[in-house]
């Protein structure tokens, strides 16, 4: 219930034995929310084989369109965000608030530069005509296949549905930024930070194999 | 009679609407559901009410009806009847009141692991809710509640805000189950293994599991569709390279295991009743828990019989067919076990007693057309007739809603703390179960004379049948006004209720009626198994 109480330094609510035992109850959730995320990303990836099998030369040509070396670096910002937040757990584990919170801010920065990059490849994208589906500008663009909207569909469903994850995530550390900077962090409670972590690096997970799936498919 | 020292109760300790509104107490949610659940069935069922009371008689002008103005009125309100029976009425019904309540309750915790999530669950299905009602004064939605593209793409109707209102009911719906999930994993009291939480709690358990795996798929279909109504991306319309048929693929992929969401958690309110009111212990408790297990495993490869006429390969349609008939392996489980279990029991004829007894009767004749249609050539004859009609309300409501009722009748006294009126509980009872009968058995007979469903109208050999159904129908609605008199009667002046009036061994019977906040003065130590009756 909502009465909590002290157990070894650390809040815990009154339908918990200890601190250790409400952490793996806290623990086990997040894994079991980041199943029905993989899942629901899952559905897109179906949907995605289905279709490439279908038409592979129009996935093909679809990912003429899209700048792998823009992807290559925002997949490298992602796994260097990845690294920072660890780092963020890291630091709490061991007390040492101050640099969690430098690790935090580097994640939420290297999220930062991957939607401004996003950013840059969607409005190019659009300047050229390319939409999804039914939109896209077959005057401008000229495709050799005549479903090509079809790829760009799933292009902007599924990098697009990564990206409000990448922003939720970002608001999420930057909450958790904040609760460390009041210093309600450390080595005996840091649990909302690595929840946070658990959820970005399934979504860091997620863009390695969208990267592939959609930049490099040709 | 073992009432908290304090004379303190989860229902006294706070008073105000802005208390229940803003409680984390597992009770009290589970108290806002059944209001609102409750509220939702009555409106679904006024729209059932509408529909039968269409096809009481032929129509003889056309596209004049006899109730409803025209045919388009009538698939609006068969649309609201199916949307809000499913989404807001029985997938949260079990699992989000009974399951609320007595979950913690019966494995001897003080709450469920995540309290918050909790209720946030409860105002995720009411922002749904508002949002799917809201549909009603923008554009009526017609497109049945399965959404089924292409027409769902094509329809003028506010389709774009129901499938968000879905989607957002669907996150109650993970919630719930993730929060039963861990409750059950890390919450269970000293003593309390696996091997010894009650029956219930292994069918939430299991309903928990496909909650949270089917669920997400729902909602990834559902963004999928309004993607596709508002952007056009093509990945269901074929027009643009898509393929329609692959968003029933995705459809039914959750909404198959949905309906053991809907099913898995009655068969528990049902080992409940039974044991406690033949006053025998359980037979084959092992086999009904890993029963429940078995039959979520198996949903999530059989939605394929949804589609034996869409077009999907013959060797699918083979495949489906087989794993579908799998299904009827663990309920006869279940089915055999219960019976063993009334065997030379001394069985008591309360209300819950009966509407157990009703389930086991109306739950059969559901499974066993079940398996009927789960034979390919069966099923192209019966496809979109009544026949269906009739096999899923016998499951759904025959099922589904006579383990509620009896759930609510078991527990009333624990709930509440007062005693309702048994004989005239019984007498909801009689309505209900004959009056369903009434409505749904000449739909079988309907069906298999070939009268097509969702239609407005019908040929005048199909009247006589139909008049019969309707009038069941009514029946039926007497029942639940009756029902809901004695619940409301119960509630304002029933008697007492002492601690376990029924004599069940269960744990929630062990505290007082209703129970302190933290649902035990002292956490209970547990030395033997959940029905250990003489």
């Given at each position: 219930m909502s009465t909590n109480r002290l157990v070894n330094g650390v809040q815990v609510a009154s339908h918990?034995?200890?601190?250790?035992?409400?952490?793996?109850?806290?623990?086990?959730?997040?894994?079991?929310?980041?199943?029905?995320?993989?899942?629901?990303?899952?559905?897109?990836?179906?949907?995605?084989?289905?279709?490439?099998?279908?038409?592979?030369?129009?996935?093909?040509?679809?990912?003429?369109?899209?700048?792998?070396?823009?992807?290559?670096i925002n997949t490298l910002v992602l796994i260097l965000s990845s690294f920072t937040m660890a780092l963020g757990i890291y630091f709490n584990q061991i007390n040492q608030s101050k640099k969690a919170t430098m690790a935090l801010a580097a994640t939420i920065l290297c999220g930062a530069i991957f939607m401004c990059i996003k950013y840059f490849e969607y409005t190019h994208k659009f300047?050229?005509?390319?939409?999804?589906?039914?939109?896209?500008?077959?005057?401008?663009?000229?495709?050799?296949?005549?479903?090509?909207?079809?790829?760009?569909?799933?292009?902007?469903?599924?990098?697009?549905?990564?990206?409000?994850h990448v922003l939720i995530g970002m608001g999420l550390i930057t909450w958790c930024l904040i609760r460390n900077i009041k210093g309600e962090f450390n080595s005996k409670y840091y649990t909302p930070v690595e929840g946070v972590g658990i959820f970005w690096h399934i979504i860091d997970l997620i863009w390695i194999f969208l990267f592939p799936l959609?930049?490099?498919?040709g | 009679m073992g009432h908290a020292s304090s004379g303190k109760n989860y229902l006294n300790e706070h008073s105000g609407l802005w208390s229940w509104l803003t409680t984390l107490d597992h009770k009290r949610i589970g108290i806002m559901y059944f209001v609102t659940v409750m509220f939702f069935f009555l409106v679904g069922g006024i729209m059932a009410l509408l529909l039968r009371a269409e096809l009481f008689a032929v129509n003889t002008t056309a596209n004049v009806g006899q109730v409803l103005a025209n045919g388009d009125v009538y698939n609006q309100v068969l649309t609201y009847h199916g949307a809000i029976m499913v989404f807001m009425v029985i997938v949260p019904g079990i699992p989000a009141i009974l399951g609320n309540f007595f979950l913690p309750l019966q494995i001897g915790a003080k709450d469920?692991?995540?309290?918050?999530?909790?209720?946030?669950?409860?105002?995720?299905?009411?922002?749904?809710?508002?949002?799917?009602?809201?549909?009603?004064?923008?554009?009526?939605?017609d497109t049945g509640w399965t959404f089924y593209t292409p027409y769902s793409i094509r329809t003028g109707s506010s389709?774009?805000?129901?499938?968000?209102?879905?989607?957002?009911?669907?996150?109650?719906?993970?919630?719930?189950?993730?929060?039963?999930?861990?409750?059950?994993?890390?919450?269970?009291?000293?003593?309390?293994s696996m091997y010894r939480i009650p029956l219930f709690v292994w069918a939430l358990y299991s309903t928990a599991i496909i909650q949270v795996l089917a669920t997400p798929i729902l909602a990834i279909t559902l963004l999928l569709l309004a993607m596709e109504r508002v952007f056009g991306i093509g990945i269901f319309d074929p027009k643009l390279g898509g393929d329609p048929v692959l968003f029933q693929h995705f459809f039914w992929f959750y909404s198959h295991p949905a309906v053991y969401i809907m099913i898995l958690p009655a068969m528990g309110v049902i080992s409940e009743l039974l044991t406690t009111y033949s006053k025998k212990t359980i037979f084959g408790y092992t086999a009904i828990a890993y029963s429940s297990l078995g039959i979520a495993a198996v949903s999530f490869f059989v939605w394929g019989h949804h589609m034996f006429v869409s077009g999907q390969s013959e060797v699918a349609g083979i495949l489906f067919s087989f794993i579908t008939m799998l299904v009827g392996v663990p309920t006869a489980i279940k089915m055999f076990n219960w019976l063993a279990t009334l065997y030379k029991g001394s069985i008591e004829f309360t209300a819950p007693m009966l509407y157990a007894l009703g389930f086991l009767f109306l739950f059969a004749i559901g499974g066993v057309t079940g398996i009927m249609l789960a034979v390919v050539p069966v099923d192209v004859h019966f496809h979109d007739t009544y026949f269906v009609v009739a096999h899923f309300h016998y499951v759904m409501v025959g099922g589904t809603l006579m383990a509620i009722m009896g759930g609510f009748y078991h527990w009333f006294p624990k709930m509440f703390g007062k005693m309702y009126n048994q004989t005239s509980a019984i007498w909801s009872w009689v309505f209900i179960f004959i009056g369903f009968n009434v409505t749904f058995f000449p739909q079988f007979i309907l069906g298999a004379k070939g009268m097509p469903r969702r239609y407005f109208n019908y040929v005048v050999e199909f009247e006589q049948l139909n008049r019969i159904s309707t009038v069941g129908s009514w029946l039926i609605a007497i029942g639940f006004i009756i029902a809901l008199i004695t619940m409301v009667r119960g509630v304002l002046s029933g008697a007492q209720a002492p601690m376990n009036p029924w004599g069940s061994k269960t744990l929630e019977w062990t505290t007082s009626s209703p129970p302190p906040h933290d649902n035990f003065i002292h956490e209970p130590v547990v030395t033997a198994g959940p029905y250990e009756y003489k």
């Open positions: 918990f034995k200890d601190e250790k035992h409400q952490y793996s109850s806290n623990k086990e959730g997040i894994w079991l929310f980041m199943a029905t995320e993989i899942l629901m990303f899952g559905g897109l990836f179906v949907g995605y084989t289905i279709y490439h099998t279908m038409y592979p030369e129009m996935f093909a040509e679809g990912a003429k369109y899209l700048d792998w070396k823009l992807g290559f300047h050229l005509g390319i939409y999804p589906g039914k939109m896209l500008d077959i005057a401008k663009v000229h495709p050799e296949h005549a479903n090509l909207g079809l790829y760009f569909g799933f292009y902007y469903c599924m990098s697009g549905l990564h990206g409000i959609l930049y490099l498919v | 469920v692991a995540f309290p918050r999530l909790n209720l946030a669950s409860w105002y995720c299905l009411m922002a749904g809710a508002i949002l799917a009602f809201a549909t009603f004064f923008t554009s009526k939605i389709v774009v805000m129901m499938v968000v209102a879905v989607f957002i009911m669907g996150m109650s719906s993970i919630l719930t189950g993730l929060n039963f999930i861990v409750t059950v994993h890390k919450l269970r009291c000293p003593g309390m």
